[in-house]
Structures are given as C-alpha cells and as structure tokens.
C-alpha cells in the first residue's frame, strides 16, 4: 500500500512540472480582451467633465461599468444567458443602477463603484411591460414596475415592496407605458388597438386609483408611437398628424389632433414617423422640447407651448439625434453626414435651438464597417459655463467609439468579438527578402551565370536587410524603453523563426469578420459583411495557406441561412481582409453539406465541393483542370450526410458527372434517440507513432482510421432511470458500425472529442448527480493488418475497443485537445470549466489502459493506477486568473516548434496562449541559467590554465631536484 | 451539569435521526427536471462568503455563486451575503463560488420537494453521504488560488544538500582534515587509538568479514591474477 501511495505521489510531482504556468511568464506570451456585447443601455455617471465612469447593460446579459478614457473594464457581472438573464431595463440614479431581468423576474440594484448588488427582490410572475423611476418633490424614492396585469411600487433604499395593485379590464387593454412626472401619481397608460387609451392614475403613497379614464384612438396600434412631453402632455404621431392629451385634466378629454401639414412637416413616403423625448430627472416633468423623426434622415425639433406645437429648427440630412443634460441645461446632439467617409456631430441648445459654438465633432465612418446607430452623448459644463461632451457612437456591427472633442477617437470596442462563432488560425507570409530568396527557385532556369549573379544579388539583399536590423536594434536601445513601440501593422507582419506567430481570422455572429495578430491581440484588420441574418450559420475555411508565394492566400467563409438552408460564399485574403477578386459560384439551393478535398487545382487552391439538397456537387474554384481532376479521383471521393430530424445517417459517393450516388444509409430510430453530434477527425492532425509498445515489449497497434465517424445520441425519454447516451463510431466511406457504446442513466449536454485512435465524452450521470467523463480507445492489436495504407473498404477484422470512465468534479461549457506539427508530443485535453478557467487534464489520465492492480509491466509503461476521480489542479489552468466568461469554444493550432501548440479560448472573453504538453524539450527554457554555465565554462577554463602553470612549476622544481 | 449532558445527548439523537430521513428522501428525488422547473416556485440558496483578512468590497465584483455550474446563477451583496432566487424544489445542486483571486469549497445544497433546505459537503465518490454544514450556508475561504510553479532556483544551499554531493564532500573532509587534527604520530595517540579499534572489534577469534570476503575471492581469481602477473613479468622483461 505505502509502495502505491508512492507511485501515485510520484506520478503527481511527474505532473506537477509538465503543464504549469510560471509566474513570470505572465503576459509573455499570452493575453485576453474582455467584451461585453451588443449595448442596449448606457448611461454616463455623473454630468462632470472629471467623472470617467460609464455605465452598460448588454444583449448578453450583462451589466458593466467602463473606464470612459481608457474603454477599459473597471467591473462586470455576467448573469446567466438566455432568456432567463435578459435585462429588460436598466434604470440609474446617482450610485444604484437598478434593472429588471429575466421578463420581469429580478429586480436588482447594484451598486456602481464597486459592483456588487445593494438588494435583490424577486418579481410577482406577468410579463414585463414597463419600468420607470419615480420621485415626489425633487427626490427618487421608488422604482415602479408594470406588468401585463400588475403594477408595483418598490423602494429604491432596500427593493421592499410598497404596494401592488392589479390592473383593471387587463385582459382586453394592453398596458405599455408608466408615467410619473414628480406629483404625487403614477400613470399607466394601456391601449385597446385601434379602439382606444386607457389611463390609469395610482396614488404613489397607498396605491389607490385616483382617477381612470378612457379616450377614444381609433388610429392607435401601439404606444411606441407615443411619448410624454412638457407637463405631462402624451403626444402621440401616425403618419399624418401629432396628437396631444393631457394626462392631469380633469374632464374626459379628446385627443387635439394636429396636422403634419399645418405645421409645413411631411413624412417620407413609407416611413413610420418617431418621437423623441426627454425628462432629465425623474421627479420633474419631462421638456416640452422633443425630436420628430420624420424620414431615414430627417429630424425636426419641435416645442409644445400653451398648447401649441411651433417647430425650432430644421435637420435634414441628420441621420441621429439625441438628448443629455447637464445641471439645468439640456442640449440636442445632432449627427449628419458630411461626406461618404465621415460624419460631424453638432450640439444644439435644447429650448431654443441654437447651434452651440465650437461644439462640432468629425466622426470617421469606417469604410469596413457598419453605420452609426445611436448615440450616447456625456455632457458637462466647462469651467467657463459652456457645455463641453463627449460622445459614444454605437454601430450596426456592434463596435463602440468614443470620441472627445475636438473630434479625437479616445477608445474603439469591438463588441461584435463577444460571440466568436469561429474562427482559424493562418500562417503569416513571409517577409519580402525571404519571399525573394524563395522566389528564386518558382522561376525557370535560364542559364548557369544568371543563376549565380541572381542568388548572389538576394543574398547581398539579406545581408542589407540584416545591417538594417542591426542598426535598428542599436537605435532603439539609445532610445527610454518607454519610446520604443512595438507596433504591428500590416506591413511589418511576417513569419517568425519557429512560426509561433500567426493570423487569427475570426468570423462573429454579428456578421463582421476580424483578423487578430495572434501575439499581441491588435485587430489588423476588419470588414463587416452587411447583409448577413442574424441566426446564420457559418463555416470557415482556409483555401490556401501562405506556402504558395506569388498566390495570395485565401480563405472561403460559407455563410449559410438557418431558416431557408440557401448559402453564400465570401472569399477574401486571410492576410488583409480584403474581398478576392475571384467570384464564387452563386449557390441557388440549400447547401446541405460542405467539404474541402486535399486536392488543389493548378494554382495551389484547395478545391472546395457543396453538395445542395438534390444532392448536386457545385465545385470551386471549377476551372476545367478541376473538372478533369475531380473526374479522375471521383471514384474516391465520398462524403456523409446527417438529418438529425429522421435519425438518418447517409454516405455518397461522387460520381464523374458531379452528381452522387447513396452507397450507405443507417436509420437511428429517433422515437429512442436524437442524434446530437457528429464528429469526424481533424485534417491536419499527424499521429507520429503507430502504436504503444507493451510492458512486455510487444507493440499494440493503434487503430487509425481517418474516415471513423463519432456519432452522438441522447435519449428521448428524459426520466432519470430511462435515459442514456449513445455513442456510435461509423466508418464514413462504408457505414459500418465499427463499435457501440450506451451510457446509461445519463443524459446529455454530451461533449465530445475525437482523435486519433480515441474518442473522449462527457455526459450528466441522472443516477449519481455528477459528471463523468469516458473514453474509448480502438487499437488493431498486437498485427497490423496493412501497414502501408489504410483503406476502410479493406479492414477485415473489428477493432478492439477499450473502454473507462471516470468521475470529473465539475461541470464543462467545452472541451478540446491539443495539436502539435508531427504528434510526438504527449497530447492534453483543454477543458473549458463554468469558472472561466481553462484546464489542461493530460491525456494520460484518460487512458482506458489504466491498471486497477499496478503490476511490473503496467509500471515499465507509465500507467496510472486507476482512481475513479480525476483531479482539478488550479496549477493546470492555463489561463491562471484571465478566467475566460461563458468559454464557448477552443482553437488549438500547431506552431513550428514541435513542443508548443498554439491555443485561442473564446466566449465572451478571448484568450490566446501557448501551452506545452511535454514541456519545452526542443528549445532552451526560458529560465535557462546562462550566467551559471558560462561562469563554470569560464571557470574551468581558468582551473585548467592556472593548474597547468602550476603543473609545469612543479615538473621543473622536480627536475632540478 | 447532568441534565445538559443529556439535553445535548438527546440533540444529536435527534439531528442524526433527521439526517437520515433526508437522506432517504434524498435518494428518491433526482436532481431539478423539466417539469419541477416549469411550475415556478422556485426556492432561494442563500448564504454568506467570507475572505479572511480581506474586506467583502474588495472582491465580489469579480466573484459569483454558480450552482450546478451556470444552471443558477447569484451575486454577491456589498456585505459579501448572497442569495440565488427561483432554484425549483425536490433537487439536490452543488453550490460554487467562483472567483479567480480567492479559493472556496463547493457544498451541496438539498432542497426536498417540501422545501425543507440542508447543506452538506460534495463527495462525488460517496454520493449520498452526508456530513453537515450550516445552513444558511457560511463559505470560508481557503487561501488565494495557487495557479504559478515555482522557478527552480540554484542556491548554493540546495547545491551542497544535494547528496550526491554530499557524499562526494564529506568523504575528501575527511581525508584532507583527519590526518591534520589527529597527529597519528603520537605515540599515546596511537595506543588511544588501537583500543578504539579493539573496542569495535571486541573478540579477535571470529574472522572479519571483509577479510574472510577478500580471501574468498583472491583464492578463486588466484589462477587467473597468475596469469596476468606473468603477462606482465613478460612484458617488463622485454622492455628491459
């Protein structure tokens, strides 16, 4: 037992040393970006120039509060995803931000310097209609909340609840609005489409309805239409007249109906007229100033006065506006295009109009991305009482700038990298005197001394090239540290020596599209596609790498629309992001299924196949070389389609006219089981050994098929006894079920990993109420059965497939394993964790071969004794504190040194490192003692050199003897 | 001090009982489903973290309650309290706080279906025993996480504790300062020292093990230490 124990500590200390991180490696090597998401709300701390406090609430849920110089994150907090996190309103006053999430669920308050909650209140169940802040004689004392049939008063100090009161006839009105303008009642106005408005008047002090009236609005859909204006004035617009009514009269009131035409107004032809309004504090009534909108690019600013609307000042074009306040002036920020790159924003006094001096900012249009889509203006006053602001511009694509005047850009966020949807990882190219170098050997022989004079030429050329480092080298060392920049652009990106610098294409949701340098995390480059859904799927692949110089490299992203399955191609160079001039084929059927052969055509372009719902193969590019080549190799060429909805697994083969033919089908009854997953293999992964040599020096084979298939299932019947999870592995080319394994009593979200000659799962164990992972790994045995070529037409004999599972005391988001260029190095598992930590479990720990007795051959072999629990070590995250929120996938990509595989975590968050699994045994460390060596180099040479004088004294003293 | 000896006697007899019937009820009721999930009376966790040393304001903002991972989630208040809302009833969750700075033990919170709350350690080996922890729950910290290795650094303590070199050093000490401390040509000395020996080796008749070993082997290899002297006497005599 105590000889056990041993090997186990061993085995941990073995460990210990093979994938932590140091802790002056922090930021060497690694770095993440933070993100929020798409803003729905922001609101600036406090109206003073000093104030640098921003305060955001997101489409991912969550709320955040930002550095307004630096763009920087002073904190965040990520609610969970989904529906049941959404923020339906976020209401600020003074240090509390209070919202309601989740359709009315929570209500919260959070306090904003140190971003921790003030209280939490739970939410009577109705849908969430409308929120607002409410205050009596200049101070905010309540939060009030309406719901479909409810409306309730909480106490802004500590969330209690001051009164509920039901609404009245809520089954036929539609209450949208809440209203409160600093007298001692809370309106909420409701609307019977096309029929009439509903007022309701509550008593802020007992909830008590003080008057209710009913107004007939035969023209009235929706109260989007209709703000709150001056003394509590609802004014309502269609497309041909404003509408006013006073919310305090006594008598049952009319609606005043005002014509556009009257007033000289006409709204663009099939626009929606909008209003825009604003109340700078919530215990006062709202400006009688307010914006209509009356076309794409057309603002009007108006007044209500006595009763009568007088315009103030005409904006056209001006394509946003937006009110702020600071102390008791209020000012109308204006933006209108100047020109196709760049637009100016304006201030405008808010009750008079006036255009305010020296106020004009130039806001730069990014050509790459999208328009402009609100603005949040931050207005102070100076010290010489005029009104000084800074502006945040959000855009379509989801990025955030904030500018200062006079027109200087403090910080850029691309929010749209929130939701990586993928992403990969292309070699840089290599420098212009390595591309002449290489260039010498594409062009044609002509002659032997031309041939000398032009390598002697390239190599004069690096020899310059290397003085001028040099002299770069010694010029930036006279300069201060701080001067020296290591800026990267695009022009002085190239390959360095072991390639562990590379370009990150990533493709987001949003439909904007990044190329990251992988060392620092610059954004290089970015191009925003415009017309891209918002639910469509996406699939990124590398055509042609940097290796084939006079080529540009290029990249094809498919972008496939999820509800009518019709795709696109966008083909650009991963390098610059710019649009290739080559023109993709136009797909007019539903793509089912894509796939990139190893085949290139005569300029070094990998030739991509999309196969539409009749099962015709589109190929590209489909030059004629191509057509022949496919025609050639079609008989080899064979593909696998998946329709989850029927359970039905199918494989083609092509055929020389590019039309398929079924060869296999496999029915996976979906009464039992859905298929979730299919997994196949990555292409560029190299296994560098064959097989495991045994304790007793006989080598068990690896089973490596490249075409093996893993095939998810999860049960349909969801009872904790009755429910499983299924694994299949399906040959691709032949649809032979290779090996079946059932996990019972467990359920899904299942995740899995496949390579090599291994298959790693996850999945929810119903019975014990824990995670478990379980792996499967396929050897030939002890003989190979044709050790030249795998052909899966020509396998005989089934593979032995071995099998353990093991107890992982965590839940997952995701999973993925390292890769390196040849395989040699010992492969780890990178386990996404809820915690946002990334850890690296060694594959060794997930070996089916795991003795449960440790005997003298399972020892000779490094096995692990087995032990039901795998451990969670904080030294094995990669990511030490740069905990990656909502990790939703990770991108591992080989580097040029075989010991190191690059890695990009992404969620919200993303995180580049680089891990070694086998430590770093192809280069010197970067601790390594290089004052110890050389100083016992030195060292020694000085003994031999003295004791050799001394030896040399000593043999003549001897010979005079 | 009679009667509350046996108050508290009776107080555990009852706890461990109530201990067992949760786990019992434990055993039947599986973890939150889709259909306890839908009807919406949900239950509230709540409990207390506290960092030693370190005030609450500090590091909540970067710190959340996640229970059965990112099923539920919860924030911390100012004062470090915490409550997660809507967890259904008739389950069993693992309660995390989650912080990059500071290390915490997760427990499992029981909520039965009649709504009655327990907390207990996770032990996901042994997964229905119990051992206690208050509830509401009172989360300690343990320490700052430890994410660095520490650099191997060459001290030249850690060179000379080596014992490999050890070895090597102790052995030449010897050596070079015996010789020098002990004047072996004292002739007292060297009586002392000759007693010493026959202390050591009190009785004179039994024959030493390393001569007796030495003779084994010398006898054996005789023939063969012959062979080689004569190959020697050969070689010298040609020299000469």
Not at chain 1, 104 to 114: H, K
Request: charged residues 20%; proline residues 5%.
């Amino acid at each position: 037992m105590a000889n056990f124990s041993a090997w186990v500590t061993l085995f941990f200390h073995l460990f210990y040393f093979s994938s932590a991180v140091f802790e002056d490696q922090v930021g060497k090597f690694d770095w993440r970006q933070q993100y929020v998401g798409e803003v729905r709300f922001a609101y600036f701390d406090a109206p003073s120039q000093a104030s640098k406090k921003l305060l955001l609430a997101t489409e991912k849920n969550i709320i955040a509060s930002l550095n307004s110089r630096t763009g920087d994150l002073f904190w965040r907090q990520v609610d969970k995803a989904g529906p049941e996190g959404h923020i339906d309103i976020l209401l600020v006053h003074g240090q509390d931000a209070v919202m309601v999430v989740g359709n009315g669920r929570l209500l919260r308050s959070w306090e904003t310097n140190i971003g921790g909650l003030n209280w939490e209140v739970v939410l009577d169940t109705g849908s969430f209609q409308s929120a607002g802040l409410v205050g009596m004689q200049d101070s905010v004392k309540y939060v009030s909340v309406l719901k479909k049939s409810a409306i309730s008063l909480h106490y802004l100090s500590n969330g209690h609840q001051k009164w509920v009161e039901n609404l009245p006839d809520s089954d036929t009105v539609q209450y949208q609005a809440v209203y409160s303008g600093g007298s001692g009642e809370v309106y909420v106005l409701g609307v019977v489409p096309h029929s009439h408005l509903a007022i309701v008047a509550y008593n802020i002090e007992d909830g008590e309805i003080m008057k209710q009236t009913s107004v007939e609005a035969p023209w009235l859909s929706s109260l989007s239409s209709c703000v709150v204006v001056g003394t509590g004035v609802l004014m309502c617009v269609d497309s041909v007249s404003l509408y006013t009514l006073p919310l305090q009269s006594e008598e049952p009131a009319e609606m005043n109906q005002i014509l556009l035409q009257s007033l000289g107004l006409e709204v663009a032809a099939g626009f929606q007229p909008v209003l825009v309004s604003t109340q700078p504090h919530p215990a006062r009534s709202p400006l009688s100033e307010f914006f209509l909108r009356l076309g794409p690019d057309h603002h009007i600013l108006l007044q209500l006065k006595d009763g009568i609307i007088s315009p103030l000042r005409n904006f056209q074009p001006a394509i946003l506006v937006s009110f702020a306040t600071t102390g008791e002036k209020t000012v109308a920020a204006v933006m209108s295009p100047v020109n196709d790159t760049a637009c100016s924003i304006t201030l405008f006094s808010a009750d008079s109009g006036r255009r305010l001096l020296d106020t004009s900012v130039i806001f730069h249009l990014d050509p790459n991305g999208g328009k402009p889509l609100r603005l949040h203006v931050h207005a102070f006053l100076k010290k010489d009482d005029s009104v000084g602001y800074r502006v945040l511009v959000q855009s379509e694509d989801h990025a955030l700038t904030f500018l200062q005047q006079p027109g200087r850009v403090l910080w850029t966020r691309e929010e749209a990298l929130a939701e990586v949807v993928t992403m990969e990882m292309v070699d840089l190219p290599l420098t212009g005197t390595q591309a002449e170098l290489e260039g010498e050997f594409g062009k044609k022989a002509d002659g032997l001394l031309p041939m000398v004079l032009k390598r002697l030429s390239s190599q004069l050329i690096l020899l310059q090239a290397w003085i001028a480092h040099l002299w770069k080298l010694f010029y930036d060392a006279r300069k201060p540290r701080s001067q020296v920049k290591n800026e990267v652009t695009i022009e002085t990106l190239a390959r360095d020596e072991f390639n562990l610098q590379k370009m990150m294409v990533m493709v987001t949701a949003s439909g904007k599209l990044f190329g990251i340098d992988s060392k620092s995390g610059t954004v290089l480059w970015k191009h925003y596609l415009q017309n891209v859904q918002p639910n469509a799927a996406f699939k990124l692949m590398v055509q042609r790498t940097t290796a084939h110089f006079p080529h540009p490299p290029q990249c094809t992203l498919l972008i496939k629309d999820k509800e009518t399955g019709l795709g696109s191609l966008h083909v650009f160079n991963p390098i610059f992001g710019k649009k290739s001039h080559i023109t993709p084929p136009v797909l007019p059927r539903p793509v089912l299924q894509s796939l990139l052969l190893p085949l290139m055509d005569q300029d070094y372009a990998k030739v991509l196949l999309l196969i539409d719902d009749q099962y015709k193969v589109t190929a590209f590019p489909s030059t004629k070389h191509v057509l022949q080549l496919l025609q050639e190799v079609a008989s080899s060429i064979f593909f696998y389609l998946v329709d989850s909805s029927q359970g039905r697994l199918s494989g083609f083969r092509l055929r020389k006219d590019l039309s398929t033919e079924l060869i296999w089908e496999v029915v996976i009854p979906t009464e039992v089981q859905r298929i979730v997953a299919v997994k196949g293999k990555r292409a560029n992964e190299h296994v560098h050994s064959q097989g495991r040599v045994m304790g007793d020096r006989s080598v068990l084979y690896k089973y490596l098929n490249p075409n093996l298939l893993a095939v998810v299932t999860e049960s349909t019947d969801l009872h904790q006894e009755r429910s499983f999870v299924g694994i299949f592995l399906v040959d691709g080319v032949t649809g032979r079920i290779i090996h079946e394994a059932v996990q019972r009593k467990a359920r899904g979200p299942v995740r899995c990993v496949h390579s090599e000659n291994w298959v790693v799962y996850e999945y929810w164990n119903t019975k014990s109420r824990r995670n478990e992972f379980s792996v499967l790994e396929l050897f030939e045995g002890t003989e190979l059965y044709n050790s030249t070529v795998f052909s899966s037409l020509d396998r005989p004999h089934l593979p032995q497939v071995l099998q353990q599972s093991y107890i992982f005391p965590s839940p997952i988001s995701t999973m993925e394993a390292t890769l390196t260029e040849k395989g040699i190095t010992s492969r780890h598992l990178l386990v996404g964790l809820p915690s946002g930590a990334i850890l690296s479990l060694p594959k060794m720990f997930l070996d089916p071969r795991r003795p449960e007795i440790l005997s003298e051959q399972s020892r000779e072999e490094n096995l692990i004794p087995y032990a039901p629990e795998l451990p969670i070590r904080t030294e094995w995250f990669v990511n030490y504190n740069q905990t990656v929120s909502r990790v939703r996938g990770i991108y591992t990509a080989p580097s040029g040194l075989e010991s190191t595989c690059l890695v990009v975590a992404y969620g919200l968050d993303i995180y580049q490192t680089r891990v070694y699994p086998s430590k770093q045994f192809d280069v010197l460390k970067d601790d390594y003692d290089y004052v110890l060596i050389s100083s016992v180099l030195i060292g020694l040479f000085f003994a031999t050199m003295i004791s050799k004088r001394l030896a040399q004294v000593k043999l003549l003293n001897r010979a005079w003897r | 001090m009679l009667p509350q000896w046996s108050v508290s006697r009776t107080w555990i007899v009852f706890s461990s009982l109530f201990a067992i019937c949760n786990a019992f009820s434990d055993m039947e009721s599986g973890p939150g489903s889709a259909a306890t999930q839908t009807n919406g009376d949900g239950f509230k966790i709540e409990g207390r973290a506290v960092v030693p040393g370190v005030k609450a304001q500090d590091w909540i903002s970067t710190a959340r309650v996640l229970v059965e991972g990112e099923e539920y989630v919860g924030f911390f208040r100012t004062d470090g309290s915490f409550a997660v809302n809507d967890v259904p009833s008739g389950g069993s969750y693992v309660v995390e706080i989650v912080s990059p700075v500071y290390r915490f033990e997760p427990v499992r919170v029981d909520i039965s279906s009649k709504g009655k709350m327990r907390a207990r350690l996770v032990n996901y080996i042994k997964t229905s025993e119990v051992v206690r922890q208050p509830y509401p729950l009172q989360m300690r910290s343990n320490g700052p996480h430890s994410y660095f290795m520490k650099r191997e650094t060459w001290g030249w303590t850690d060179f000379l504790m080596n014992p490999m070199v050890m070895m090597m050093v102790l052995p030449l000490l010897i050596i070079v300062l015996l010789p020098k401390v002990v004047n072996t040509n004292d002739p007292e000395m060297r009586r002392e020292m000759e007693q010493s020996m026959n202390m050591l080796n009190p009785n004179h008749e039994l024959p030493d093990v390393s001569e007796f070993m030495t003779k084994l082997f010398s006898s054996k290899s005789s023939g063969k230490s012959g062979g080689g002297g004569k190959g020697g006497k050969s070689g010298a005599l040609k020299r000469r």
